[in-house]
T-cell receptor, first 113, second 114 residues
Framework: GESVGLHLPTLSVQEGDNSIINCAYS??????FIWYKQESGKGPQFIID?????DKRQGQRVTVLLNKTVKHLSLQIAATQPGDSAVYFC????????????FGTGTRLKVLA | DGGITQSPKYLFRKEGQNVTLSCEQN?????MYWYRQDPGQGLRLIYY???????QKGDIAEGYSVSREKKESFPLTVTSAQKNPTAFYLC?????????????FGPGTRLTVL
């Protein structure tokens, strides 16, 4: 199987509970952030994004919170389901004039039945 | 059915061979990217292209080459000069040039050197 995700921090939650996944980003000048979900052996799937002029954005069952003061991003998943089990990682897009993204290493979410 | 396709899903290469990974998108996106993913690491940028006939080196371009002759296609060649090519390769695209744009990924190609 896909070996990406070995030795990643793991968050285990009970089905139906809420999950909170955290990400510390590196560049204080970054003004755009994305959360991705990656299932084993597959490409990352775009979940939700947020720009630096916001501190919260909600999607379907997901909420992203941005704290620019401490360079912290979090992803909240409501009523976690078995299908949410995956590796989640954040990406930041610096405003340095490049088109590069900086990706976190990710957190593995395990949903317990 | 719009999206990003990568082929093949699995690729095996003998040492000393060059191989080319395909990436096609029908989203009419301007920018395309190639990343490498290794266990326990964040995605690392190999090459990116903002527009047809133009591309830029990323952080780990050595041993790789690309072309962007068509808007929808951005193939990656892994040459024999790449010392440790076994990895999961991801292609991505963004709708517009410029920072602060969504980036969408293909399903990936797993390359194994025998």
């Amino acid at each position: 199987g896909e070996s990406v995700g070995l030795h990643l921090p793991t968050l285990s939650v009970q089905e139906g509970d809420n999950s909170i996944i955290n990400c510390a980003y590196s560049n204080s000048a970054s003004d755009y952030f994305i959360w991705y979900k990656q299932e084993s052996g597959k490409g990352p799937q775009f979940i939700i994004d947020i720009r630096s002029n916001m501190d919260k954005r909600q999607g379907q069952r997901v909420t992203v919170l941005l704290n620019k003061t401490v360079k912290h991003l979090s992803l909240q998943i409501a009523a976690t389901q078995p299908g949410d089990s995956a590796v989640y990682f954040c990406a930041e897009n610096p405003t340095s004039g490049t088109y590069k993204y900086i990706f976190g290493t990710g957190t593995r979410l395990k949903v317990l039945a | 059915d719009g999206g990003i396709t990568q082929s093949p899903k699995y690729l095996f290469r003998k040492e000393g061979q060059n191989v080319t990974l395909s990436c096609e998108q029908n989203l009419n996106h301007d920018a395309m990217y190639w990343y490498r993913q290794d266990p326990g690491q964040g995605l690392r940028l190999i090459y990116y292209s903002q527009i047809v006939n133009d591309f830029q080196k990323g952080d780990i371009a050595e041993g790789y080459s690309v072309s962007r002759e068509k808007k929808e296609s951005f193939p990656l060649t892994v040459t024999s000069a790449q010392k440790n090519p076994t990895a999961f390769y991801l292609c991505a695209s963004s709708p517009r040039r410029g920072v602060g744009n969504e980036q969408f990924f293909g399903p990936g190609t797993r390359l194994t050197v025998l």
